[in-house]
């Protein structure tokens, strides 16, 4: 057989499945009419039983795990949810929404342009992404030991402005995060010194405060994500998700002003930096 008619054939037994399948939502017809829903169960549980005796940050780590929640778990998300609810104006982020805003750009554009961005590497659900996989990663490993020979290959003592060692754990603007400091405190305050993932985190921390580094929003976000057994593609949405309310306020409260009340920014004030692959770069070098 040659590689043609492999390929045919190939594609002969390639089947696609009849409908989209899930296991997250099971949605019971009416015996009426089979395309009206009668009663719908999320992992199970009545979707109107939730309603009635199940918070949202109950019901959303539900959606996401398949398990209702201890009430540890929802205090910690809650409390990250909270800290989460506005990355504030200067984030690019809400800066977009905001200048879409004041552009006078469709409202309903508003929040999708802000989390386009928010998808980024640099402080963003990337990051988020990427944060969650070296944590689960590394967790058995000394933190300590794990800084020490990071900093040995890096280039933290030449870079001028923010540097992240580690995605989600870095310096803002050449200093320690102070608000996502305090951001740490408040939100592993009640949690035992022990508990897994936050404990690492907590222990990279400490090995970088030295360095004038320590911990970042997304690094936060990303711990906690992995605290609660969030996967890591899911941690990358839901970031945006605790994020979108601030981004959205701000872009709404734009749409009232004129548009001059935002700076112009002249040509000279742009500067195109392409982002460096640097795993793309060591293998060219």
């Given amino acids: ?9 190939e594609k002969k037994d390639f089947v696609y499945a009849d409908k989209a399948q899930t296991d997250i939502l099971l949605e019971q017809p009416s015996e009426h009419n089979p395309y009206i829903t009668k009663a719908a169960y999320l992992h199970g549980y009545d979707v109107l039983e939730l309603m009635a005796k199940k918070s949202f940050v109950e019901t959303l ?3 996401f795990t398949g398990e209702l929640p201890s009430a540890d778990k929802v205090k910690l998300l809650e409390q990250l949810m909270v800290g989460l609810i506005n990355p504030g104006p200067r984030h690019p982020a809400v800066k977009a929404a905001m200048v879409a805003g004041v552009s006078k750009a469709n409202v309903e554009h508003l929040l999708p ?12 659900a990337k990051e988020v992404e ?70 690492f985190g907590q222990a990279i921390v400490e090995a970088l405060k030295a360095h004038e580094m320590g911990w970042l929003k997304t690094g936060i976000a990303a711990t906690v994500f992995c605290q609660l057994g969030i996967s890591p593609r899911q941690g990358c949405g839901l970031f945006q ?41 060591k293998t060219d070098e």
């Fill in 113 to 124: 342009v802000g989390l386009s961005v928010l998808g980024g590497k640099s402080n963003g």
């Fill in 241 to 281: 998700l605790l994020c979108a309310p601030g981004i959205l306020a701000h872009g709404v409260e734009q749409t009232h002003k004129p548009i001059t009340a935002i700076p112009m920014l002249s040509d000279e004030q742009h500067i195109y930096a392409p982002e460096i692959d640097t795993e793309k770069a």
């Fill in 130 to 199: 990427q944060a969650m996989v070296f944590l689960q990663e590394n967790q058995d490993k000394s933190a300590k030991e794990l800084v020490r020979r990071l900093l040995e290959t890096s280039q933290h003592q030449t870079t001028q402005g923010e540097f992240h060692l580690i995605p989600g754990f870095g310096n803002s603007y050449g200093a320690i995060d102070a608000f996502a400091a305090s951001l740490a405190i408040q939100i592993f305050n009640d949690v035992e010194s022990d508990s897994g993932f936050i404990a």
């Fill in 61 to 63: 780590l539900l959606l």
């Fill in 1 to 9: 057989m040659t590689d043609a008619e492999k390929k045919r054939q």
